[in-house]
């Protein structure tokens, strides 16, 4: 069976050493806030090309507390409308709720699944105060066109950078150096699900931005609002970046870079030689996936995905759907339901996820071609 995803596979090469520090770990006998997360939190901000790096306690916490930052630093305020792609994974939906804005729902482009920043001009009010843009699958959003916008409405720009560790937008007249995302926003949320292309042993999550201010807030808020203890200045709440998941993320961070690679060279692969007229490729016409894509999931469409999806099954090929419902049609955002978003919808409709991670065997990813090659449906 070809795993969608095998992460215990993908973790051994990371056992021995762990091992060894939790050994340390426990000598220590410090667990929570430590040394740990906070070599992590600098490890990570220089990895992304940021000055500060804030560890929480998962990706969904990351992006409510930047939101509940900035309305704590004045820069936002309950009832602001935050302009957000349709067809995110519904986390980034549920952060702005939890945080008590008002999503403003914008179609992605199909081509690329991404927000469509020429939609956003035409969903911004005098309420609008910020844009979360999404790295969705792996691949940076239009992110010079998106600041432009944010800039001449004096927006804030926040990445949801949960899916995109590590993806890089090449210099160019809006930056004059190569760039990763979590530095191309005025912050960034990221995840580090035990699926993500940097994974955690469970749930943990990071925040980068450059705002001394910002950072100063989600530090303390964090932690119970507290930035000495019993000394509490904010409404904080308890997301830590827990002393064990840190140790292991600054194991394994280093590979980030060679991992992605190789997510990248099967990548091609899958774009070079799946011939199958039956089913729409990935399109990366608005960036050179070379660098700007790594690929956390490799998302094929075809209107037919369930009868492919078995056919695959039955030949030992695991796949997964990300996602079958558009947040839009979720029972949760009843107010949403009879809303019309066709080109969201048509991607809810159609996406499958081919098996994607930096283990899969050249054997792997050439079954995996020849029997999509040979599908007949």
Not at 1 to 17: A, G, R, S
Not at 104 to 121: A, G
Request: glycine residues 6%.
């Amino acid at each position: 069976m070809i795993k969608f995803l095998d992460l215990k596979k993908i973790n051994e090469p990371y056992q021995e050493q762990f091992q060894e520090q939790l050994k340390v770990f426990l000598d220590k006998g410090w667990y929570i806030l430590g040394t740990e997360v906070k070599t992590f939190e600098e490890n990570f901000a220089n990895f992304c090309g940021t000055k500060y790096c804030i560890g929480v306690g998962n990706g969904l916490d990351a992006l409510v507390l930047i939101l509940k930052a900035y309305i704590q630093l004045g820069k936002l305020q309950k009832g602001d409308e935050i302009i957000v792609p349709a067809n995110t994974y519904i986390a980034s939906i549920l952060a702005i709720k939890e945080a008590d804005l008002v999503p403003v729902l914008v179609e992605p482009r199909l081509e690329t699944y991404n927000l469509n920043p020429e939609l956003i001009q035409e969903k911004i009010t005098s309420k609008t105060k910020a844009i979360l843009a999404v790295h969705l699958y792996g691949q940076v959003a239009e992110m010079e066109l998106i600041n432009k916008i944010a800039k001449q409405n004096i927006l804030l720009v926040i990445e949801d950078a949960a899916q995109a560790h590590g993806a890089t937008l090449e210099a160019g007249s809006w930056k004059l150096e190569e760039s990763k995302v979590g530095s191309l926003g005025d912050a960034a949320g990221f995840s580090f699900y035990p699926s993500k292309n940097l994974g955690a042993l469970g749930d943990a999550g990071a925040i980068t931005t450059n705002d001394e201010a910002l950072a100063k807030v989600l530090f303390a808020i964090r932690n119970y609002g507290s930035e000495k203890k019993y000394h509490n200045d904010f409404i904080g709440v308890n997301s830590r970046l827990d002393e064990l998941q840190a140790t292991f993320l600054s194991i394994k961070l280093p590979n980030l870079d060679a991992e992605n690679e190789v997510r990248r060279r099967i990548a091609k692969r899958y774009l070079t030689e799946i011939k199958n007229t039956k089913i729409i490729l990935p399109s990366l016409s608005f960036r050179d996936f070379e660098e700007s894509h790594v690929f956390h999931l490799f998302v094929i469409r075809t209107q037919t995905r369930y009868e492919l999806q078995e056919y695959l099954l039955q030949n030992d090929i695991e796949t997964m759907i990300h996602y079958p419902i558009a947040p839009h049609k979720q029972r949760a955002f009843s107010e949403w339901n009879l809303l019309s978003f066709p080109i969201t919808e048509k991607i809810h409709n159609e996406v499958l996820s081919l098996p994607m991670s930096p283990v899969m065997t050249t054997d792997e990813v050439t079954k995996v071609i020849e029997k999509i090659n040979q599908w007949t449906y």
